[in-house]
């Protein structure tokens, strides 16, 4: 009753975080670079750390909280401990990398 509804809002959090990234940032390096770190010719002012560590702070918040529940549910499966720890471990790796990589760039 619960799982489905869970899943749903995270499928919908991933597909609109993706596409707010993409409309953001784009695909190539030269267009992340340019939406980080501006352009004048396209007349993009440079992100301040302030708007980064903000940044940071939601996602940090958001990918964890959605990380630990979807985590706390595998845990409950049956799938085998060796591939729950494998997926937990990746799980929360991606999200952190993914978090910080607006400090990163």
Known sequence: MILLPFIA????????DLLSTLSNLGLN?????????GN??????PRGIILILEEIHIRSFLFGFSILV?????IQTGVSRRKKNVLIITSFTSGLID???GILI
């Open 9 to 16: 809002f995270i499928i919908l959090f991933l597909v609109g």
């Open 29 to 37: 390096p030269t267009s992340v670079a340019d939406y980080y770190r």
């Open 40 to 45: 004048e010719n396209k007349l993009l002012e």
């Open 70 to 74: 979807s985590s706390c549910l595998l």
């Open 99 to 101: 978090s910080l990589g």
